[in-house]
């Protein structure tokens, strides 16, 4: 499997961006998918998280709300839509997936992830 993230770029406070990932040389459904952010300085962060075919998304507390991952399944392309950004926002944003059994963990850690896109950068000003 191959990742590719684009859709990043800048946006004013309360702006919003559509990030995607699109996943290549997928052979199985049996996937857990998720968004991690990196800021400058700061650790990995899962975003959101959901398994490959659908099913309960996870979100963390400080995009809930704001943030909205799906999929569009005729492009193998995950999408992550992001409104009322903040400029906590700001970050490198990734897509990685894991083992289908890891959609089960509390959330996600990157750690548990073996397949990463190169990222896209977010600033919100």
């Known amino acids: 499997v191959q990742l590719v993230e684009s859709g990043g770029g800048s946006a004013q406070a309360g702006g919003s961006l559509t990030l995607s990932c699109a996943a290549t040389?997928?052979?199985?459904?049996?996937?857990?998918i998720a968004w991690f952010r990196q800021a400058a300085g700061k650790e990995r962060e899962g975003v959101a998280r959901?398994?490959?075919?659908?099913?309960?998304?996870y979100y963390a507390d400080s995009v809930t709300g704001r943030f909205t991952m799906s999929r569009d399944s005729t492009k193998d392309t995950m999408i992550l839509q992001m409104n009322s950004l903040k400029p906590d926002d700001t970050a490198m944003y990734f897509c990685?997936?894991?083992?289908?059994?890891?959609?089960?963990?509390?959330?996600?850690?990157?750690?548990?992830?073996?397949?990463w896109g190169q990222g896209t950068q977010v600033t919100v000003s």
């Open positions: 990685a997936t894991a083992p289908f059994r890891t959609c089960l963990a509390d959330r996600p850690v990157p750690q548990d992830y073996n397949v």
């Open positions: 959901f398994p490959y075919t659908g099913g309960r998304t």
């Open positions: 040389g997928v052979t199985s459904n049996l996937y857990c």
